[in-house]
């Protein structure tokens, strides 16, 4: 619950000190389990360092036990570690192995959510056939099951594949969708990738005023359970000349300007850097504009 509402401190914590028991009792299951976990909450406050140690450590312990529930949890962990490293080769080689143990298991939830792990990579290396196909079936999946989290999460990877074949209108419905249901959760790292995507398809329209308004509110998500993806959101706010917070009101007067509206399109920037796609792109309006890739939250239940 702690890592579900995005409270990765406490989560880290309770973690660690489970993590001691274990190994103070001699379980090494309990240790491996701990291992996996402490791992997600670490990928999720941008530590990769740690979990790659953490992860390797776990599936040895797994291997050792012949547990195949848990050598499939902890290959998907590293799927999503190699993910967010940039190894998309070998992070699809991994969720494509757990993939395989938790068809073999029966294991439904856990083929949803490495489902849409590996829709994410698909996404990350161009095959958006392949990424639709996983993030349906995710959802497809989780809507049989009535797992809604899982369901905001496809949806929201629904969303990102439409925008980055320039479908910014069906990309926001996916993430209004995924926005309603995290909400409901609670379940706050995912209500901000939500209100990410709904910015960046106004972003894409040419609607920077809207825009404006639901990057905010991701920041502000992002920042209070403090993730590295509130730094991805502030780069494009700055990228695109929008304010962080919400501006003062205009004081009073004949000469004052008046605020850009929904319609008003956001004037273009010269120099902008060669970098990664996903953060130095053309201003919205361009076809060829690539969103920022919005981290999924690791599932680890």
Request: glycine share 8%.
């Amino acid at each position: 619950m702690q890592r579900w509402t995005g409270n990765y401190s406490a989560a880290l914590a309770s973690l660690e000190q489970a993590l001691v028991l274990a190994r103070g009792s001699d379980d090494l299951r309990a240790e491996a389990c701990a291992l996996q976990l402490l791992s997600a909450a670490q990928l999720e406050t941008g530590d990769y360092l740690a979990p790659a140690v953490n992860l390797a450590r776990a599936l040895d312990l797994y291997r050792s036990l012949g547990h195949r529930q848990g050598q499939a949890q902890t290959l998907r962990f590293l799927g999503i570690l190699l993910t967010r490293t940039g190894d998309y080769p070998a992070a699809g080689a991994r969720l494509r192995q757990a993939l395989e143990i938790f068809g073999d298991l029966g294991d439904r939830p856990y083929q949803a959510w490495t489902l849409n792990d590996l829709g994410m990579v698909q996404q990350l290396t161009g095959d958006y056939p392949a990424a639709a196909a996983s993030h349906q079936h995710a959802l497809e999946l989780c809507r049989d099951l009535g797992e809604r989290l899982g369901q905001a999460e496809a949806l929201n990877g629904l969303g990102e594949l439409l925008l980055r074949t320039s479908a910014a209108g069906p990309a926001r419905d996916q993430h209004i969708r995924a926005l309603a249901i995290t909400r409901d959760l609670g379940a706050s790292p995912e209500q901000a990738r939500a209100l990410e995507g709904i910015g960046n398809s106004h972003l894409h329209d040419g609607n920077p005023g809207q825009a404006a308004e639901y990057l905010r509110q991701a920041l502000a998500i992002y920042q209070r359970i403090g993730v590295p993806a509130a730094q991805r959101v502030q780069e494009t706010l700055q990228r695109h000349r929008l304010p962080s917070t919400t501006p003062d009101p205009p004081a009073s007067g004949p000469q004052q300007r008046r605020p850009p509206t929904a319609h008003t399109r956001p004037t273009p920037q010269a120099g902008h850097q060669k970098g990664r796609p996903s953060r130095d792109t053309p201003l919205a309006g361009s076809t060829t504009e690539q969103p920022p890739t919005a981290e999924p939250p690791v599932r680890a239940w």
